[in-house]
């Protein structure tokens, strides 16, 4: 296993905060990583909880910036929505959605059950060709910055692990108990095909 | 290697240049990069060997066959990745010459077979997709030959082998085996008109293209290698012990069998039915919602097939177990469009479909217990399951009685720990005792029944597959050629021989109530309840034993469980490998706790040769002790637990170097920190090559361990003052930082002020030696017990400002050795906090009474490389008017002062100590800062000088001022001679006229004498001041003109006769010079000299009457003569000047009025010009004189002083050095005053030597 390296996709629902972080952690640490988001559109905090913002996933990481900066900046200087955008341009131009991305991995880790739900929809209800496996493992993670932050790091202490083992798919049960006993957060996990 | 590298570097350089060349023809580069592929790094010889199948099978597939060897060659090669690939590449050849499979299916076979299990399962893909290929090959060549036969008989030797790796004993290999046997499935039964076949998939080969009249493939044959794929799949789907993974695996396999072949939905519903209702016992928690919902999401899927008419009800009823509410089900339930839609397969279905079942069956379960009666309910149209039949059975039975008996039965059975599985799917029953519910219950047991091969339904359907299979096995025999089939067909006829024998009679024996067959029902279901609570029927028997067996001795006992864990314990290896160390772990743990001593320090040292390696069996111990203390509670001592940490801990430190953390890890997750683990923590803290994997492992202690945080803090801050520095440092870091954590920081700063409050005490207290307590007696503070208690407190000064009052509160009270420590210890975080800080300033605005020095020296920390801010002088300011009228306060922010200030400040600032004046002198002069510009002094160094001049010696002895302006000449660089020419100017034209004027004059001339010529003016000027009516400055007068005569003898000249007479009573020796000079006139210059002067210069004849009336004269006389002044400027100087050589100048007969200061420039120059040969003359005389010369110039001062002054002086005349001494008593001026005259005297000599080289 070590010999090729682990190809991992990080979703969650906006592809912004929490798939970024990881993202971001996880390509710092040398992994070949893809992230993406679940939803159909991409929504952000807006100035109420009934008013987010809303832009579809053609919507560039710099474009939603700026619209952001033109409405209120200070609000979204202060809930952090902006540096966060900021950081993701660095990362890449914009949101992708996991369901219009025909690339195969070894690994997608999700953020939330609900993205989990849909990771696995979207995997069963392609047609099968190679029957690659792909594990898809779910790691339940709040969706604000700190929380962010901490999942990103476990995420990243989980692929590490990973990708260490020998035989990743006769190791990652075992694995994945222990990391649940160590976080005390519950994984899902299973195997879908390509 | 090195050559390899070389030689990939050059290939690759060399292939570069290929592409530039297209010349080369597809074969020659292949050619060209398997070479290269020989040689390389397997990353490059991976990029390398795609470029040749895509260039061999893509670009120009005519060369495959060429390079087929040279490629499948690399088979043998070391790297997984590479043989991964030839996987990779056979099956692409494959596709693209389906011929090749002759040639290359023995090559998968062994690639199959191959050590690493990641090449196995590419293998198991590879053969995924190959099988179909092949099969379609064969089908469609009309006459198969012999190497095509046994090439297929290879495929299909390699199917059953994967079939079988379905047992592999690795998680991966086993869940590709399941994908590989859904394919299987696929392929081996028809594709009906219901049938969701994937786009892609379309072409694909399935039973019902096959031809039945084929010379080789036999379609009954393949047909029946499906089903029985399908049954080994179902099989394997019941396995109590199928790892979560594999099951969801095979739930989406049947999954898509469902929906692509729905003449299985029966069997795919059933087998969920019967997984929901018999979750393996062995998955997580969090595996089981895992499964769970993989089983509703296929479910779902399922649902939505128009096949699943059917058996809507049932999915429906899972689905609601699973959580889905019924809008949501009904919103994925088709809409029954053609109900009758399953129709269509029903003849291939009819008998063989449900012929499968039985191998679901442990077949022997029949032969002990004869089933209940079926009830005479003839399946009449639609042949039902064994379920369905069972559950038929099942329903009238369920009367409330009965089911109170079987639960009250149950009871017995129950795990003693409430499994995973069952806690995570238990919802309430709602609907309890409604015909539905009960109607659900019956299917359910008779679920559970059949998987456990009991109930009347099996039975029947059993009876009736024997008859189908009957006709079905005396047909596949005769026409099947494959050996391999014929076997398998026989062994399961056989399997069903058996079951056959037993049910005739398990219809024919009576019925019997409920009893024996509630008896009879959980025994099945024990296997799997029983890995549950492993642990308590291992006890029992253990204790069974112990009754029949004679008790051992002892002795016997101790040496047999010490060799039976020495056993275990050297096990490890094997044990590793079987893959069951998790048992042996646990094993030892619980065995070695309730043993004592030497048992358990065995195992520590066994886990300590190993401590990485053995964690697991070191934690596991650790949590046996901790366990065993628990369960002993409230008595129970914690003595065993501890040493367990402990030694643990302490062998871990004698280890040389361990990076992984382990010693984190252990203090971490240790269930409870004793004292003797605390203080292993704290010898790794103050083991330096360790101190900061101690320190963050007690920081995560204080951070994760709230109960005892702040013993831990505690451990810690005293580590604060340790005496290693590393260790003291590290601490500080760690210490501020958690300083930031608010909870955290009124103790850290209580401890950081307890310690700062030792500084009040007499002697340091004992704490601050370590352990040896009894050492109060006595030791006096000493520098480094002062810092020791004050390093916290420094560190968290620049984070909390607020903290310096505190430090003002005890400097005030301690003893002078600290405050000087003190004072030496606060610079670094002093000017950490700056200048702007608001307590600083407080703390200067308030300054307690006693802490003066401290806040001077604060100002003086905070103004050291910066200028003062206006908050700081206004502060200080205030401090100095309204509470502390120290003058010293002022020096630091002096040069923030206004200038009136300072001059009215300089009186009290000059009488200070030596070394204070001249930092003030430094700091007025700019001549502190390097930066220089930074501070801008609120005076010029000439309004400075100036200033010193002007101080009311009431208020200043003089000899301070004198030393004052002393400093002042000590700056050359600042006092140049324009400066000085300045200063002498405007101190002249002062009336009256200051003490020290001629004194400046003077030390002016010694040090530039090229402004001779202008002091001649200043000469010349003050006569006309009158000064003789000043006793000091005419002495200096007198003084200046002996020493620079010749010069000066025009000077002489201009003085009114009875002043020149006191000239001469003072130095007698001057006036037969000055009668010879003014001999040597002409005789018309000689004519301008009054006859009175001459009457002075002749002296001794005459006696000096009219010293009235030359002194009213005089005047007149000067004023008469300033006026042709600007004619006798206008002359040529030049002229004149050089005269002095020659002793007769002409001209000079006038006296010399004063030059305007434009002029002062021309006349330097000149007498720079006749200064040289003069200066040989006058030198030595000059210097002899110094000493005399300055003791001079005191004593007339001194009686105008005060008391103190005037006792000095008198001995400070004789030799200056020696008056120093007395001085420094005094004055409390040290060190630098015997300095201070010698610089004079050397500047005197060095200007003297600079000015000879001139």
Not at chain 1, 50 to 79: A, C, G, H, S
Not at chain 2, 1134 to 1146: D, F, H, M, R, Y
Request: proline residues 7%; aromatic residues 6%; contains cysteine.
């Amino acid at each position: 296993m070590p010999a090729d390296p682990l190809r991992v996709a990080v979703v969650c629902s906006s592809n912004q905060n929490r798939s970024m972080e990881a993202h971001n952690i996880l390509s710092k640490r040398g992994f070949d990583v893809r992230s993406f988001g679940t939803g159909t559109h991409v929504k952000l905090p807006g100035p109420a909880p009934d008013k987010p913002n809303i832009y579809d996933f053609k919507t560039t990481y710099e474009q939603m910036y700026n619209d952001l900066v033109r409405k209120d900046k200070e609000l979204y200087t202060q809930n952090g929505i902006l540096h966060m955008l900021d950081r993701n341009k660095r990362i890449k131009t914009r949101p992708e959605r996991f369901q219009s991305c025909r690339e195969q991995f070894d690994l997608v880790i999700t953020c939330e059950e609900r993205v989990y739900d849909q990771v696995l929809e979207d995997l069963n209800s392609r047609e099968q060709e190679t029957f690659q496996p792909v594990h898809v493992i779910n790691v339940d993670i709040q969706d604000n910055h700190e929380e962010a932050t901490l999942g990103a790091f476990l995420i990243c202490e989980l692929c590490q692990c990973i990708q260490h083992t020998d035989d990743m798919e006769n190791e990652i049960d075992e694995l994945l108990q222990e990391f649940e006993e160590k976080s005390h957060r519950p994984f899902l996990h299973t195997v879908c095909f390509y | 290697m090195g050559e390899q590298a070389h030689g990939s570097v050059s290939s690759q350089f060399y292939s570069n240049e290929n592409d530039t060349t297209i010349d080369m023809t597809t074969s020659e580069k292949v050619v060209e990069l398997l070479n290269q592929a020989a040689l390389i790094s397997t990353e490059e010889k991976l990029i390398v060997l795609k470029q040749v199948q895509e260039l061999i099978i893509n670009k120009d597939p005519s060369l495959l066959d060429n390079f087929l060897d040279e490629i499948i060659a690399f088979q043998t090669d070391k790297s997984i990745e590479v043989r991964k690939f030839v996987i990779g590449f056979i099956e692409e050849a494959c596709k693209r010459d389906n011929e090749l499979l002759l040639r290359l299916i023995a090559n998968l076979n062994m690639l199959m077979r191959d050590e690493s299990v990641n090449v196995v399962k590419k293998a198991i893909l590879t053969l995924t997709q190959l099988y179909k290929v092949a099969l379609q090959w064969l089908v469609r060549t009309k006459s198969v030959s012999d190497m095509q036969e046994a090439c297929w008989d290879m495929v299909t030797q390699m199917k059953e082998d994967v079939l079988g790796l379905l047992d592999s004993d690795n998680d991966g290999v086993r869940t590709h085996a399941i994908k590989f046997t859904e394919t299987l499935i696929i392929t081996l039964s028809p594709r009906t008109p219901d049938s969701d076949t994937p786009k892609k998939q379309e072409g694909d080969i399935s039973l019902d293209k096959i031809p039945r009249d084929h010379t080789y493939i036999r379609y009954d044959t393949l047909c029946e290698e499906g089903k029985s794929a399908l049954e080994q799949l179902l099989k394997f789907m019941v396995h109590p012990a199928i790892t979560s993974i594999n099951l969801t695996t095979a739930l989406g396999s049947l999954a898509t069998l469902a929906k692509q072949r729905p003449m299985f939905m029966s069997e795919v519903v059933q087998a969920y039915e019967t997984l929901h209702a018999n979750l393996p016992p062995t998955l997580a928690k969090s595996q089981v919602s895992s499964v769970r919902k993989n089983l509703k999401l296929h479910l779902v899927a399922v649902l939505k097939h128009p096949s699943s008419v059917d058996f809507q009800g049932q999915i429906s009823t899972l689905l609601l177990d699973l959580g889905m509410s019924q809008s949501e089900i009904t919103r994925c339930t088709p809409a029954t469009v053609q109900p009758r839609k399953r129709l269509h397969h029903e003849p291939y279905v009819e008998g063989k479909r449900i012929k499968m079942e039985a191998p679901l069956v442990e077949d022997d379960e029949d032969k002990e217990e004869p089933a209940p009666v079926v009830t005479p309910k003839p399946s009449s149209s639609v042949p039902s399951s064994a379920i369905d039949l069972t559950a038929e059975f099942l329903l009238p039975l369920l009367n409330p009685e009965n089911v109170a008996n079987l639960v009250l039965i149950s009871m017995v059975y129950l795990p003693e720990v409430m499994p995973a599985s069952f806690q995570a799917t238990y919802t309430p029953v709602e609907s309890a005792g409604t015909d539905a519910q009960i109607k659900h219950l019956a299917r359910l047991m008779a679920t559970q029944m059949t998987s456990a091969g009991l109930g009347p339904g099996l039975e029947l359907c059993k009876a009736r597959d024997e008859e189908v299979k009957e006709e079905d096995g005396g047909a596949g025999e005769s026409s099947s050629k494959d050996p391999l089939i014929i076997r398998k067909l026989s062994a399961v006829s056989l399997g069903q021989a058996i079951s056959v024998v037993g049910a005739p009679a398990a219809y024919k024996s009576p019925v019997t109530e409920e009893a024996p067959q509630i008896k009879k029902l959980p025994e099945p279901i024990l296997p799997t309840t029983q890995p549950k609570a492993p642990g308590a029927s291992g006890r029992k028997k253990v204790f069974k034993l112990a009754d029949v067996v004679q008790p051992f001795s002892e002795d016997q006992i101790a040496k047999l469980t010490d060799m039976a864990i020495r056993r275990i314990l050297q096990s490890e290896k094997t044990i590793a490998q079987s893959g069951m160390s998790h048992v042996r772990v646990k094993l030892l743990a619980r065995l070695v706790t309730q043993f004592e001593g030497g048992k358990k320090n065995d195992l520590l040292h066994f886990i300590l040769e190993d401590m990485r390696g053995r964690s697991e069996l070191a934690f596991s111990l650790l949590y046996h002790e901790y366990n065993e203390y628990l369960s002993q509670q409230p008595s129970g001592s914690l003595d065993s637990y501890e040493h367990c940490l402990f030694t643990l801990l302490s062998g871990l430190q004698e280890k040389p170097e361990q990076r992984d953390g382990l010693f984190t890890k252990l203090v971490l997750e240790a269930p409870v920190i004793t004292d003797s683990a605390l203080e292993v923590i704290q010898r790794y803290c103050e083991d330096e090559s360790r101190v900061y994997l101690g320190m963050s492992t007690l920081k995560e202690l204080i951070l994760k361990r709230p109960s005892r945080q702040y013993q831990y803090l505690n451990v810690l801050l005293n580590l604060s003052s340790h005496e290693k520095e590393k260790v003291r440092s590290t601490a500080l870091s760690f210490i501020k930082r958690m300083y930031e954590k608010e909870h955290l920081k009124d103790c850290i700063e209580k401890f950081a002020l307890t310690y700062m409050q030792f500084l009040v005490h007499p002697n340091p207290p004992s704490l601050l030696f370590g352990a040896g307590e009894d050492t109060e007696v006595a030791s006096p503070w000493t520098e480094e017990t002062v810092r020791q208690c004050l390093y916290l407190y420094l560190s968290l000064l620049p984070l909390n400002h607020r903290l310096v009052h505190e430090l003002a509160a005890v400097y005030t009270e301690a003893i002078a050795d600290i405050k000087r420590s003190v004072l030496r210890v606060i610079e670094q975080p002093i000017r950490g906090m700056g200048m702007s800080s608001p307590d600083l300033l407080l703390l200067v605005e308030n300054c307690p009474k006693g802490a003066e020095t401290l806040v001077t020296r604060c100002l003086h920390i905070l103004t050291d490389k910066v200028p003062p801010s206006p908050e700081l002088v206004e502060r200080v300011r205030d401090l100095y008017h309204k509470r502390v009228p120290d003058v010293r306060f002022l020096i630091p922010v002096i040069n923030g002062l206004e200038k009136n200030e300072v001059i009215q400040a300089l009186p009290k600032l000059i009488k200070l100590n030596p070394i204070v004046v001249k930092e003030v002198f430094n700091r007025l002069l700019g001549t502190q800062h390097s930066e220089g510009s930074s501070s801008m002094s609120p005076l010029t160094p000439g309004e400075l000088l100036i200033a010193l001049h002007n101080i009311d010696s009431s208020k200043c002895d003089m000899k301070s001022i004198i030393k004052a302006t002393n400093l002042c000449f000590g700056e050359k660089n600042v006092y140049t001679s324009e400066v000085l020419a300045v200063v002498m100017q405007q101190l002249m034209e002062q009336t009256p006229l200051p003490i020290l004027l001629m004194r400046t004059v003077i030390q002016s001339l010694t040090m530039y004498p090229r402004l001779a010529g202008f002091v001649m003016n200043i000469l010349a000027r003050l006569i006309l001041k009158q000064v003789w009516k000043y006793p000091k400055v005419w002495e200096g007068f007198v003084k200046c003109c002996q020493r620079t005569k010749p010069q000066s003898y025009n000077v002489l000249l201009q003085l009114p006769p009875p002043q020149l007479a006191s000239v001469f009573e003072r130095c007698p020796e001057m006036r037969e010079p000055l009668l010879q000079h003014v001999h040597s006139f002409t005789p018309h210059q000689q004519a301008h000299i009054p006859a009175s002067i001459m009457a002075v210069l002749e002296a001794n004849t005459r006696k000096p009457e009219p010293e009235p009336q030359p002194e009213l004269l005089h005047p007149e006389i000067i004023e008469e003569r300033e006026v042709p002044v600007p004619k006798h400027i206008s002359m040529p100087a030049p002229v004149s000047q050089p005269e002095p050589l020659a002793p007769t100048p002409v001209v000079f007969a006038e006296p010399l009025p004063p030059p305007p200061l434009q002029q002062q420039q021309q006349q330097q120059q000149q007498q720079q010009q006749q200064i040289p040969p003069r200066r040989e003359e006058v030198e030595e005389p000059m210097e002899q004189e110094e000493t005399d010369h300055a003791s001079l110039e005191i004593t007339p001062e001194a009686p105008l002083q005060q008391m103190e002054v005037s006792e000095e002086a008198p001995q400070s005349n004789s030799i200056s050095e020696k008056t120093d001494e007395p001085m420094e008593e005094t004055a409390a001026m040290p060190v630098d005053v015997a300095d201070e005259p010698k610089d004079e005297s050397e500047d005197v000599v060095s200007e003297a030597g600079e000015s000879s080289v001139d």
